[in-house]
């Protein structure tokens, strides 16, 4: 009697292992990873009831860090309570299908977070070095088209992800070794060869974060060269405070990401629990960072939440 065929078309669900090594751990990991979810959610929820509410905040600065703060909400949501849930309550299960849909978004979101950072980064740029044709050369219209553009692009390029793990079959084991559905750990289940699919995954990661930091870090070289060209010595130093804690947190977000991109590429000896943990880092911290970073420091902004605290405080 011939082998039975073990292989199916795709498995009904995946077991999420968490952080190799330190599962003993993740109760307490989950304490900090909880604290800056709901730090995101709040923040970029003010941010984004801010905005709609103050018209003097209806500036292309602003329009973009609404955009950022929608994809700083779907990215951090579309993890972090499934994680929690792998945390605390140890519910490893995951439907196949639902995993697919946390590989999109996130893939997808973060490649819009990447998208957005450019955007502001070159908003920064005209506004500092152009000001006179600011907003002349960011209406509401190039504005609109940029967000556009960017969504586009993200849902463009990672639509196919869970086309393609659809199509394949899974033979071996239904552990995925990481705390959510990323790409290459669910790949790796895959009982044929999958190395055309890994390349193209590893690629359009790497074309696009790489243009997009380029760009942005030159954005910020004609930031600076124009700062330190102001013949007001107190003007210099605001703008170069500002653009230094923007410039921080795209270092978090690009340093964090291209670290993960590369660590499957060319890493083989980084140990997985270091691995998956800097994974997290790149979706969790600019969403609690970028609240902070873009709200709290942003006057108008602060001032607004102050005034209507005050309000509701008398």
Not at 34 to 44: I, K, L, Q
Not at 129 to 145: E, G, K, Q, W
Not at 188 to 201: E, M, P
Request: glycine share 6%; hydrophobic share 50%.
């Amino acid at each position: 009697m011939p082998p039975l065929n073990t292989s199916r078309p795709f498995p009904v669900t995946f077991l999420l292992m968490g952080i190799p090594g330190l599962e003993h751990l993740h109760v307490w990991i989950g304490i900090p990873f909880c604290s800056m979810y709901v730090v995101a959610v709040v923040g970029n929820v003010t941010i984004l009831a801010v905005v709609r509410a103050e018209r003097s905040l209806h500036e292309p600065m602003f329009f973009f860090l609404c955009m950022l703060s929608i994809t700083d909400l779907v990215l951090s949501t579309s993890t972090l309570p499934r994680m929690l849930c792998l945390f605390w309550l140890g519910a490893h299960d995951i439907a196949f299908d639902a995993c697919l849909a946390q590989m999109f978004f996130i893939h997808s979101f973060t490649t819009m977070e990447s998208g957005f950072f450019l955007a502001m980064a070159f908003d920064r740029y005209v506004a500092i070095c152009h000001p006179l044709h600011h907003t002349t050369i960011l209406t509401h219209a190039r504005i609109t088209i940029m967000g556009i553009i960017v969504v586009i692009r993200g849902v463009a390029f990672f639509s196919p992800h869970p086309i393609l793990l659809k199509q394949l079959p899974y033979c071996r084991t239904r552990i995925i070794a990481h705390t959510y559905c990323e790409f290459m750990a669910v790949v790796k289940l895959a009982c044929v060869d999958t190395g055309a699919t890994t390349r193209y995954s590893l690629s359009v990661a790497s074309i696009i974060g790489s243009c997009d930091a380029i760009l942005t870090v030159v954005s910020y070289a004609f930031i600076l060269h124009s700062v330190f060209s102001l013949p007001s010595r107190e003007a210099g130093f605001k703008a170069l405070g500002t653009c230094g804690s923007h410039v921080c947190v795209i270092l978090v977000f690009y340093s964090t990401a291209g670290f993960s991109i590369f660590t499957h590429r060319f890493g083989k000896n980084v140990p997985a629990h270091i691995h998956i943990f800097i994974a997290n880092m790149y979706l969790l911290v600019p969403p609690f960072l970028n609240p902070i970073v873009y709200g709290v420091r942003t006057k108008k902004i602060r001032e607004h939440v102050l005034r209507v605290l005050k309000v509701n405080v008398a």
